[in-house]
């Protein structure tokens, strides 16, 4: 989706600032915030890429003026109700209705392995890439209003496919459906004048990762 | 993103009313532990983690024995997640990682425009203007002006590459090695690699060698 989430080339947002000896957690809420995430997640009701859409559809304004772990807590709110883990109601009261539940809340012994998993994304399925290194590519002008990795700033731009990183699930589809649709994962390489006009430098670059279902054959 | 007020809150925010967020955060909690979704001792287990356990020093480790062994620099290159992983440093944003070597002509800057992807097990997780809209925004039009306004002024002749993770591959820079380092050990050279030199937007510098 097109939504505020897709900062990339945007201007007016002011300098980076840069906090020197920066806590990890800046107030209690937002650890708490952070490790609910993980722990609700855990119990696999959704995955990454809906977790992101779900962030993603805070309205523009509300995202923009919030901090990062409002997003979290915004996200994590909708999935919870989405996936019925909790409903409307008890969000708004703050009490369960119901106290059964199916799933059993993760303990803390099984935190650890659960953080050191070794794959995710990556597939072992068998699927052809379309395109070889070195390859001109362009990437497809989309507008969806679901999820998207490409972001605006590559869409219909010239590329060159630089790696091939094997076979991903796709998260377009992934954050929608829930499915994997196994396809090739590259590192596409755009000049910066292609993406941004002759004032960028002539010798700089942006490397964006893309799936087979973002590209064409320039 | 509005920026954090760092003096206005500390972890004895709870000592006070509670407000906004963290008013909600609270609830949503009580809420969770209520239904029986979380167990408040597996969210201490999931902090502690990320407060005490898994950071940039893990990532330190890993250039510092690039630097100091050739034979595990070019395993690193070629397969970055295995040779990370004879630290035991794995896992969750981290299972698929690309390490992007800096060199005399060579600048790479890592970002994550769309939302705050971040090599966890090497990095612990990101800091506030990493995942801010000024970064987000202008590491990919303007990285030279972003690395000149954090101290590093690019020359003209030398290559900046961008790298923004769309997708689920997690990019750590191998920054240059100091000059001034020779001779040092593995614990030595970690010591002086910062956080901000591994997302690319800082170079190193050692001003007298360390005896």
């Not at chain 1, 609910?36 to 309205?59: C, V």
């Not at chain 1, 597939?123 to 989309?142: M, S, Y």
């Not at chain 2, 979380?38 to 201490?44: E, G």
């Not at chain 2, 966890?120 to 000024?134: D, R």
């Amino acid at each position: 989706m097109n939504g505020a989430h897709d900062l990339g080339g945007m201007h007016g947002f002011g300098p980076v600032e840069v906090e020197e000896d920066e806590p990890v957690f800046h107030s209690l809420w937002e650890k708490r915030m952070f490790a609910l995430t993980l722990a609700s997640g855990f119990h696999g009701k959704w995955n990454i890429d809906m977790s992101r859409y779900a962030r993603e559809q805070m309205p523009p304004a509300e995202y923009l003026a919030t901090t990062y772990y409002e997003h979290w807590l915004f996200g994590l709110q909708k999935l919870l109700v989405e996936q019925e883990l909790v409903t409307a109601k008890e969000l708004q009261t703050g009490h369960a209705e119901a106290k059964e539940s199916a799933v059993r809340a993760v303990p803390a012994s099984e935190v650890d392995a659960l953080l050191r998993k070794r794959r995710a994304a990556r597939l072992d399925e068998n699927v052809p890439p379309r395109f070889r290194a070195g390859e001109q590519v362009v990437a497809r002008n989309i507008n969806p209003t679901g999820h998207t990795r490409l972001p605006r700033y590559a869409r219909d731009r010239r590329g060159v496919i630089e790696r091939d990183h094997g076979v991903f699930i796709f998260a377009d589809t992934h954050a929608m459906s829930r499915d994997k649709k196994p396809q090739h994962c590259y590192s596409v390489r755009f000049t910066a004048r292609e993406l941004w006009g002759t004032d960028a430098s002539a010798r700089d670059s942006v490397f964006v990762d893309l799936w087979d279902d973002h590209l064409d054959r320039a | 993103m509005s920026n954090h007020d760092h003096a206005a809150e500390d972890d004895h925010e709870h000592d006070r009313p509670l407000s906004g967020p963290a008013l909600r955060v609270k609830a949503l909690e009580s809420l969770l532990t209520e239904k029986g979704l979380v167990d408040p001792k597996a969210l201490d287990a999931l902090i502690d983690t990320y407060e005490t356990k898994v950071g940039p020093r893990n990532g330190a480790r890993v250039v510092a024995r690039a630097w100091a062994d050739p034979a595990y620099k070019e395993r690193l290159l070629a397969d970055a997640s295995a040779a990370i992983a004879e630290f035991g440093f794995f896992g969750r944003q981290g299972e698929d990682m690309v390490v992007l070597e800096n060199t005399p002509v060579l600048r790479n800057v890592v970002v994550c425009t769309l939302c705050s992807c971040y090599p966890w097990p090497v990095l612990g997780l990101p800091p506030v203007w990493y995942k801010s809209a000024p970064y987000r925004a202008r590491a990919v039009i303007d990285p030279r002006g972003v690395l000149k306004e954090l101290g590093t002024e690019v020359p003209d002749d030398v290559e900046v590459r961008v790298w923004d993770s769309t997708a689920e591959l997690r990019y750590l820079v191998l920054p240059a090695r100091p000059a001034g380092t020779e001779g040092w050990s593995e614990e030595q050279l970690a010591a002086i690699v910062t956080r901000d030199a591994m997302i690319g937007v800082a170079e190193l510098t050692v001003s007298a060698p360390e005896q």
